[in-house]
Every structure is written in C-alpha cells, then in structure tokens.
C-alpha cells in the first residue's frame, strides 16, 4: 500500500509539472479523504456517511504520511495541518484515497 501511495503521487507531481518544487522542505497541509469498502450491513443509502467503526482515522493518516515521506515532503514532521475523512466508497474507482498536499500559509 506504501508502495503504491508513493508512485501515485510521483505521477500526480509529474502530471502537474511540480517535480522541480517537490518534496517540499517546509510547513505543509495534508487533506485526505479516504474511500472505504461498504460492509454488507451497511445500506446503500448509508453509503456516504462518515464511518465511525474500524479503520481509525489517525492509523490511516499515520501510514498515509509515512507514504508520503521523501516524495511529498522530507519529514512528516512538517505536517502543520492535516484534515481526514473516512466515508464507504460512493464512486466508480472503488475504495481508495484523495490526497491534497500544500504549503501551509497558517
């Protein structure tokens, strides 16, 4: 999974023509919007909504950041901000992550 966060956003970085900016070395905002299988309990109606059971959230930002380290920025540490939702995948993708990475102007 590391593995493959890592080579998505090398590519997005590529796609954008932000290679010459990134990693970036100082203060940035990290929003990830995680996209989660529905359990078969759960309704299509309920889809959605924020999950509120397993998978915690700062478990999955915590390897999301790690994933990220020495292609985004060089240190997690320079995370200032993150933002982090979790909601059962409502798209033709399937389960995943969204990920925005900027410099922080707090």
Same mark, same amino acid.
């Given at each position: 999974?590391?593995?493959?966060?890592?080579?998505?956003?090398?590519? #997005?970085?590529?796609?954008?023509?932000?290679?010459?900016?990134?990693?970036?070395? *100082?203060? @940035?905002?990290?929003?990830?919007?995680? $996209?989660?299988?529905?359990?078969?309990?759960?309704?299509?109606?309920?889809?959605?909504?924020?999950?509120?059971?397993?998978?915690?959230?700062?478990?999955?930002?915590? #390897?999301?950041?790690?994933?990220?380290?020495?292609?985004?920025?060089?240190?997690? *540490?320079? @995370?200032?901000?993150?933002?982090?939702? $979790?909601?059962?995948?409502?798209?033709?993708?399937?389960?995943?992550?969204?990920?925005?990475?900027?410099?922080?102007?707090?």
């Amino acid at each position: 999974w590391r593995r493959d966060i890592g080579w998505a956003a090398r590519e #997005a970085i590529i796609r954008q023509g932000m290679a010459s900016c990134w990693p970036s070395r *100082g203060a @940035v905002s990290v929003e990830a919007s995680f $996209r989660l299988e529905r359990p078969i309990g759960v309704s299509r109606e309920r889809r959605p909504f924020p999950i509120v059971r397993k998978n915690d959230a700062d478990k999955l930002l915590r #390897a999301l950041l790690d994933a990220l380290t020495g292609i985004a920025y060089l240190d997690d *540490g320079q @995370v200032c901000h993150s933002l982090v939702t $979790r909601l059962y995948d409502d798209s033709d993708d399937g389960p995943g992550v969204d990920v925005r990475v900027e410099e922080f102007e707090g």
